[in-house]
């Protein structure tokens, strides 16, 4: 396959709730997107392979083993690529301070940005006892939630013919939840209590797909979100400026990227 020509240079990514193998799955604009990026470093924050879905029922196009070749190539071409294995994707946890095929698998990381800022990297299922969990939120998030994805694709593909740009029906109907919210903020502020018992600049995560980027409480909380519905990533630059970048297939400018205002932490 020949590269695109206008590949960004970047010095990290972090993408997470990739969900390879379930049939929500946005591989192509995965591929799209990696095929897009220069990068010296890759974090996949948890959630890569989705060994729960591939249990009910095998699902393996060819698409996803486009995805998985392009990580690992990436990682046997010299870039340094990081795994923090999920809930999804647990049982790789047992490779934890090993290497898996030049990826090095941690149960967390502390990544240090060129601005000097030091981010905790954990996938974020970590909370999940110490939620309280909603039953419609429990639902939502498995037989439920595949049935509105698929849904959404299909009327994605329909926006898409009408030249609308992409929608998550999944999110809006997250969004009009309000116990889904109370969760979502809950989360958050678990997440960063964590990164200040830890003492560190930030955090950033994924599990509950919903992306974001932004300050609480003096501490940066970052969640990629996924690529079953946002398709985003967030993205350090070579100056340490990190971006929140969603991905529509087509390949975004850097001019239409949401960025991050230094927040002017210490190192």
Same mark, same amino acid.
């Given at each position: 396959?020949?590269?695109?020509?206008?590949?960004?240079?970047?010095?990290s990514?972090f993408?997470?709730?990739?969900?390879?193998g379930?049939?929500?799955?946005r591989?192509?604009?995965l591929?799209?997107f990696?095929?897009?990026?220069?990068?010296?470093?890759?974090?996949?924050?948890?959630d890569?392979?989705?060994?729960?879905?591939?249990k009910?029922?095998?699902y393996?196009p060819?698409s996803?083993?486009?995805?998985l070749s392009?990580?690992?190539?990436?990682?046997?071409?010299?870039?340094?690529?990081?795994?923090?294995?999920?809930?999804?994707?647990?049982?790789?946890?047992?490779?934890?301070s090993?290497r898996?095929?030049?990826?090095?698998?941690?149960?967390?990381?502390?990544?240090?940005?060129?601005?000097g800022?030091?981010?905790?990297?954990?996938? !974020?299922?970590?909370f999940?006892?110490?939620?309280?969990?909603h039953?419609?939120l429990?639902?939502?998030?498995?037989?439920?939630?595949?049935?509105?994805?698929?849904?959404?694709?299909?009327?994605?593909?329909?926006?898409?013919?009408?030249?609308?740009?992409?929608?998550?029906?999944?999110?809006y109907?997250?969004?009009?939840?309000g116990?889904?919210?109370?969760?979502?903020?809950?989360?958050?502020?678990?997440?960063?209590?964590e990164?200040?018992?830890?003492?560190?600049? !930030?955090?950033?995560? !994924?599990?509950?797909?919903?992306?974001?980027?932004?300050?609480?409480?003096?501490?940066?909380?970052g969640?990629d979100?996924?690529?079953?519905?946002n398709?985003?990533a967030?993205v350090?630059?070579?100056?340490g400026?990190?971006?929140?970048?969603?991905?529509p297939?087509? !390949?975004?400018?850097?001019?239409?990227?949401?960025a991050?205002?230094?927040?002017?932490?210490?190192?």
């Amino acid at each position: 396959m020949k590269r695109p020509s206008n590949r960004q240079s970047l010095r990290s990514v972090f993408i997470s709730d990739l969900h390879l193998g379930s049939r929500g799955c946005r591989a192509e604009r995965l591929l799209d997107f990696l095929n897009h990026i220069d990068v010296e470093q890759l974090f996949l924050v948890g959630d890569v392979v989705d060994l729960w879905s591939l249990k009910r029922s095998a699902y393996w196009p060819a698409s996803h083993e486009a995805v998985l070749s392009r990580l690992m190539r990436m990682a046997h071409e010299g870039r340094r690529v990081v795994l923090v294995p999920g809930n999804h994707d647990a049982d790789l946890r047992a490779f934890t301070s090993q290497r898996f095929g030049n990826v090095e698998v941690h149960r967390n990381f502390t990544h240090r940005t060129a601005e000097g800022r030091r981010l905790l990297l954990m996938h !974020g299922d970590e909370f999940d006892g110490a939620l309280h969990c909603h039953p419609w939120l429990e639902a939502f998030g498995s037989r439920v939630y595949d049935f509105t994805i698929a849904l959404n694709h299909q009327i994605d593909l329909l926006r898409t013919s009408m030249g609308y740009p992409y929608w998550s029906l999944a999110g809006y109907l997250k969004q009009k939840a309000g116990r889904a919210m109370q969760y979502v903020h809950a989360f958050e502020k678990a997440v960063v209590s964590e990164a200040m018992k830890r003492r560190v600049d !930030g955090v950033i995560c !994924g599990h509950i797909h919903r992306a974001a980027l932004h300050e609480i409480d003096g501490v940066l909380y970052g969640n990629d979100g996924d690529w079953v519905e946002n398709c985003s990533a967030i993205v350090e630059r070579n100056n340490g400026a990190l971006q929140l970048w969603h991905w529509p297939g087509q !390949g975004v400018p850097v001019a239409n990227a949401i960025a991050l205002p230094s927040l002017g932490m210490a190192a």
